[in-house]
């Protein structure tokens, strides 16, 4: 039910602080380490895994995409993700010691499954990350790695998504440890940030009034533009994800880097633009080039709406707007960056009038191809 909240997605949106613990309970062992015994894969197997394939559709495609990130970063392994609708039409190439990662929040997902049983044709082996027990993704992989979401009801999903992020995360992790790419400390390191990621979020959900008041006062725009770099790209194909299926608004999501290779011809007087900021500490790299394009976009007559760490003061200068969220490792941040965007569009949507639960022409589970 939904306990006192005006929708499921709003009731979805608070419940992220619990979803997101409860996905690592039980699987960090006494040491700090991890234990992921739902994974069946033998180590031995995990081991000869030359290549990691992400196969995954709308918002769990873009879990994926910030899964590419981890499970380069801490295993050095090469991953690509892919959106499972294009995956088996190319024939990509597949054989035993790959490892395919399917993510599904109901596991029952078509083209996601076509790409589960596409893969396990050619050799591949299939882990799927999923929220729905004993659902048909999940029974045709070779093992799974379940979220702990709970039912997610709204057909906009949010704590499937941070979640997804979490088991991504851990598989990551896992990954390395097996595998002795990543060294014991640095694994207790990382699972310990994970675990303070549920306050994280929490506190994100107590200072979101002003989003809330921001969102109100876009309802009349047509179009709403994000931008960010590296694993705030995908946060923000997401936000423009959730604008598009909630408020029925054109939103696009792009690389920072990229729009000055075209969209930035989109962007005149007023245009709301929401810019995810990367960590200022430690890619310092990052943080300077996306100050830059704030003051590239804001040059040309754009609304700003920057989301950035607690303490990052270089921006604010370029920001109309200002959505702070706590300082997090980089990889870590879309868990608390993505959860004003949810807010955001889920308040504009209601500004317009429009169900959030159940947006027009779209189901919550896609059983079609
Ligand atoms: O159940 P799945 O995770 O496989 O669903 C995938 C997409 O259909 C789903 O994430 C969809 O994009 C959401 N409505 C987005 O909010």
Redesign the pocket.
């Known amino acids: 039910e939904k306990g006192g909240y005006a929708s499921f997605m709003l009731k979805e949106i608070a419940d992220q602080p619990k979803a997101v613990a409860d996905t690592l309970l039980g699987r960090v062992d006494g040491t700090g380490l991890l234990h992921l015994d739902e994974v069946r894969i033998a180590p031995e197997v995990l081991r000869e895994v030359d290549k990691v394939v992400v196969v995954?559709?709308?918002?769990?495609?873009?879990a994926g995409m910030i899964a590419k990130y981890a499970i380069e970063h801490w295993t050095r392994l090469p991953c690509e993700t892919e959106l499972?609708s294009e995956f088996r039409y190319r024939d990509p190439i597949l054989d035993q010691r790959t490892l395919v990662v399917a993510?599904?929040?109901?596991?029952?997902?078509m083209?996601?499954l076509m790409a589960v049983r596409h893969a396990r044709e050619q050799g591949a082996k299939v882990l799927a990350i999923?929220?729905?027990n004993g659902s048909t993704?999940p029974r045709e992989s070779d093992a799974v790695l379940y979220t702990h979401a709970g039912p997610e009801v709204?057909?906009?999903?949010?704590k499937?998504?941070l979640t997804?992020l979490v088991a991504c995360y851990l598989v990551a992790l896992y990954l390395g440890q097996v595998r002795g790419t990543k060294w014991g400390d640095e694994i207790r390191t990382v699972v310990r940030q994970l675990s303070e990621m549920s306050g994280a979020v929490d506190r994100v959900l107590g200072t979101m009034e002003p989003v809330r008041e921001l969102a109100r006062s876009l309802s009349s725009h047509n179009t709403v533009l994000f931008v960010g770099r590296h694993v705030g790209y995908p946060v923000a194909l997401?936000g423009a994800?959730?604008l598009k299926?909630l408020a029925y608004m054109h939103a696009e999501g792009f690389a920072a880097g990229e729009l000055k290779h075209g969209p930035i011809a989109l962007i005149d007087e007023g245009l709301p633009v929401v810019v995810i900021v990367p960590s200022p500490r430690g890619r310092s790299v990052l943080h300077d080039k996306i100050v830059s394009n704030i003051q590239e976009i804001r040059a040309r007559g754009a609304r700003t709406v920057v989301i950035a760490e607690e303490g990052d003061e270089e921006v604010v200068p370029y920001a109309d707007h200002l959505i702070r969220i706590p300082a997090t490792p980089t990889l870590l941040q879309p868990l608390v960056a993505t959860v004003p965007l949810q807010v955001f569009a889920c308040e504009l949507a209601t500004a317009r009038g429009n169900e959030v639960d159940q947006?027009r022409n779209?189901a919550?589970?896609?059983t079609v191809e």
């Open positions: 995954a559709c709308g918002t769990a495609y873009h499972a993510i599904s929040q109901s596991g029952e997902t083209d996601t999923c929220n729905t993704i709204a057909v906009a999903s949010t499937a998504f997804q997401e994800l959730k299926e947006p779209l919550k589970s896609v």
